[in-house]
């Protein structure tokens, strides 16, 4: 497959109704494979079926924390699409911690939206992956994965627990050929980070950020981190002795 070339591959994109999960659906199907693009906001996933090259998106509403509901899509998708070769979870939210007021419910929500709903789709997606001739999985973690942040109890966790979750998935799956990719971008411009209150460096189009996914897909690396300027520089951070690392990561998602 060249990175311009998904025919033939249905792909499975949650979270497709903003941000980056929107434009990687389009992106996807730009380059010619089938999206099934799931969200909540029915309406936002149709204006995004009008907007793709025609026939190539299909809308199917979902709630990824709902397990049963997961289950009943990917069947969905398995009867009128015949199958799901790649699967891109990428449904999340952020909420961050304010520590003086730390609060159970908060990380619980952040949790099930981005971490629970990685597994209900990745317990739905395996039989169907385990069919296809050329099953890729793909998740979607962060670059605050590599390190603790301020305020990040909540999605830095979830972002971290993904990326092991993958990691060991990965070690699990290689005897039966599924590939496993995981997504960690920078600071990518949507309505998630539009919220933000801090300076974001090095933050990237989400058109430049679904161009990087689908290549990273297409050569099915272990890693899409983007952009370099920003997730290499975070990758050293990490190494760094503790007192540094404290030192410099507790400048980091400050409120200005
Ligand atoms: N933007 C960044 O800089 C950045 C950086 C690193 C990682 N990420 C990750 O990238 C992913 C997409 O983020 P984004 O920036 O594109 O944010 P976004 O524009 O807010 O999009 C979030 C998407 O997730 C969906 N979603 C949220 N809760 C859902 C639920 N319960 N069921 C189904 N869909 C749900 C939303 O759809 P509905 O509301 O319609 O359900 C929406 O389509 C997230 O996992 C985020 O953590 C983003």
Known sequence: MTAQDFSGRRI????????????????????????????????????LVREGPAGRLAALALDVTNRQATQQTASLIEQRFGGIDIAFFNAGTCEYVDVKRFDSA????VIR???LSLIYGIEAVLPLLRRSAHPH???????????????????????AAIYYLLQSLRL?????????????????????TDANDFPMPFR??????ARRIADGIAAQKQEIHFPKRF????KLLAML???LYNRLAGQLVRSS
């Open 12 to 47: 499975w994109v949650t979270g497709a109704s903003s941000g980056i999960g929107r434009a990687t659906a389009l992106e996807l199907a730009r380059r010619g494979g089938t999206v099934i693009a799931s969200a909540r906001s029915h309406e936002a996933l149709d204006a």
């Open 106 to 109: 908060l990380v619980e929500r």
């Open 113 to 115: 939206t981005n971490l």
């Open 137 to 159: 999985l793909v998740g979607m973690s962060s670059t605050v994965a590599y390190g603790g942040l301020p305020r990040a109890e909540a999605y830095g966790t979830s972002k």
């Open 172 to 192: 699990d799956l290689a005897p039966e050929q599924i590939p496993v990719s995981i997504v960690c971008p920078g600071f990518v411009r949507t309505p998630l």
């Open 204 to 209: 990237i189009e989400v058109e430049d950020a």
């Open 231 to 234: 997730s290499i520089p975070f």
């Open 241 to 243: 002795p503790g007192f």
